[in-house]
């Protein structure tokens, strides 16, 4: 089952960032740094009370006058609206509400979504009356915090994950891939997601994804059950240029997270942007089933060359997802459509793929005899044992003497010699450590 996603939506300087960092930064939220993967954060995977979800920043909308009713603000939050299960709207407790305001708790009223108004900025316990002019705003009763000095955060995230029960997911078929393609616009992701069902022939049903702004696409081929996630028109037209890239996100994120393969989808007429870094990279911290799918191929002057320089370029741009294979293609022509199939089936199930605790100690002390692990003021890292805990993606953890002399470096060349042994072609490798003397469940 997919995560619920939470949007933190309201106007500049109500404190959102604040908010969504001290909670990433109390470890309430789950945040791991990959070192390569390039993106303006704007999302945390947070773990409350046995609930699992992720948190969406969506920045300030500053309108030039208000005169604008709010062009600017109408599309972002429109965003969040559409994307999230649950959204807090967050109001600046010093001031009354403002017409901004007042517009924003419109646009959430008339969402008929779980809405939470949160009240920022009461810096102490004690609690002013003016914060009963928010009830005014029409989203029930006001939850008063302080993001800078931690007051309330663990009754409001009560609060967002009470909502939690109330939301329906569709039931899993645990026989069906789910398969986002995502990337920029006009990247032909929907030409793709065309050629794929023109090809088969066999398209199940339209179904409009729960409660997401995608169209999910049943389809069967060689009686492999596929469903198509489809993210295009993932940006919308708005004034607020600078934050195009922040807001479209939510939509990526929400496909990721309920699918099973990403496809990674680049025009081959552009090359990697920006745009495609980010978006993958939020793939590979999902621990997703990746193809890079270079689309378009057929609009390229060739060479004996070209092949060769363009997959460089992409491992260059796209150099923490070794792990991913690349395939050019023409949605067009559908040139290797049917061999980029076979490969959704194959990355995903090496995403699933489990290895037997004494096969991987086995391979495990082949590497530590090849390479010795680092030791430190006399004192080397003995690794004890490793496990695997869990699949998509595939996660080992490693028992040893002291968590510290476990350099990042070291830990690589364990997983490299994982998939030296076993390939997990496609599929990111989360690779943990742990001290003898805790359990698999201590940081």
Same mark, same amino acid.
């Given at each position: ?10 106007? $500049?300087n109500?404190?959102?960032?604040? *908010? ?5 930064? @109390? ?9 390569? +993967? ?5 999302y945390?995977?947070?773990?409350? /009370? ?9 920045g ?26 649950v959204?807090?709207f967050?109001?600046?407790?010093? =001031?009354?509400y ?21 009240v ?5 316990s004690?609690?002013?009356?003016t914060?009963?002019? *928010?009830?005014?705003?029409?989203l ?7 993001? =800078? ?5 663990g009754?409001?995230? #009560?609060v967002i ?8 997911? @569709?039931e ?10 995502i990337?920029?616009p006009?990247? &032909?992701?929907?030409? /793709?997601?065309?050629? *794929?069902?023109?090809e088969t022939?066999?398209? +199940? ?19 492999q059950? *596929? ?9 919308r037209q ?11 996100? /939510?939509?990526?994120?929400a ?5 099973d ?6 025009d ?6 920006e745009?495609?870094?980010k ?5 590979h ?21 070209t092949?060769k320089?363009?997959?460089?370029m992409v491992?260059?741009? /796209?150099?923490y ?6 395939l050019?293609?023409?949605?067009l022509?559908?040139q ?5 199939l076979?490969?959704?089936i ?24 090849l390479? @010795? %692990? $680092? ?14 805990? &869990?699949?998509?993606? %595939? ?6 003497? #002291? ?24 599929? $990111? ?9 805790t359990?698999?469940?201590d940081?």
């Open positions: 089952m997919s995560k619920p996603i939470v949007a933190v939506v309201g106007r $500049p109500v404190g959102k960032s604040t *908010f969504f960092n001290r909670i990433a930064g @109390q470890r309430i939220s789950i945040v791991e740094d990959t070192p390569g +993967v390039t993106r303006d954060r704007v945390a995977d947070v773990s409350w /009370l046995d609930h699992e979800f992720v948190m969406i920043d969506t300030g909308i500053e309108p030039e006058s208000t005169d604008i009713i709010m062009s600017q603000m109408r599309d972002q939050a429109q965003v969040a609206i559409d994307t999230a299960d959204i807090v967050m109001v600046d407790g010093r =001031v009354s403002t017409t901004a305001d007042e517009e924003i708790a419109l646009m959430l009223r008339r969402a008929k979504k779980p809405i939470v108004l949160v920022n900025k009461m810096d102490n004690d609690v002013p009356d914060i009963y002019d *928010f009830y005014n705003l029409g029930g009763e006001p939850i008063p915090i302080s993001s =800078v000095n931690a007051l309330n955060l009754d409001l995230l #009560d994950v009470d909502h939690f029960k109330d939301i329906e997911f @569709q899993e078929d645990e026989d069906v891939i789910k398969v986002a393609l990337g920029k006009n990247a &032909g992701k929907s030409s /793709l997601v065309n050629s *794929f069902l023109g022939r066999v398209i +199940v049903s339209d179904v409009a994804g729960t409660t997401r702004d995608a169209i999910d696409t049943p389809f069967v081929r060689n009686g059950k *596929f469903t198509l996630i489809d993210t295009a028109g993932l940006r708005s004034r607020v240029n600078e934050n195009i890239e922040r807001y479209s996100v /939510l939509r990526a994120l496909a990721i997270e309920r699918s393969v990403c496809l990674v989808v680049i081959a007429t552009e090359g990697v942007t745009q495609d870094k978006v993958a990279g939020y793939a911290e999902a621990g997703k089933a990746i193809i890079i799918v270079v689309n378009k191929w057929d609009l390229i002057e060739k060479d004996n060359y092949y320089q363009f997959e460089d491992r260059n741009e /796209l150099a997802m070794t792990y991913a294979p690349i050019f293609v023409s949605a022509t559908k290797r459509l049917n061999t980029l076979e490969k959704v194959h990355v995903a199930n090496q995403n699933s793929l489990r290895v037997s605790t004494g096969l991987l100690n086995d391979i495990i002390n082949e590497a530590i005899l390479n @010795q %692990p $680092p030791s430190d003021k006399g004192k080397r890292l003995k690794i004890y044992y490793m496990t695997q805990s &869990g699949v998509k993606p %595939p996660t080992f953890i490693s028992f040893v003497n #002291d968590k510290e002399l476990a350099h990042f470096s070291y830990m690589r060349y364990l997983e490299n010699h994982i998939r030296k042994n076993f390939i997990f072609e496609g599929t $990111p490798i989360v690779m943990k450590v742990r001290q003898k003397n359990t698999m469940f940081d």
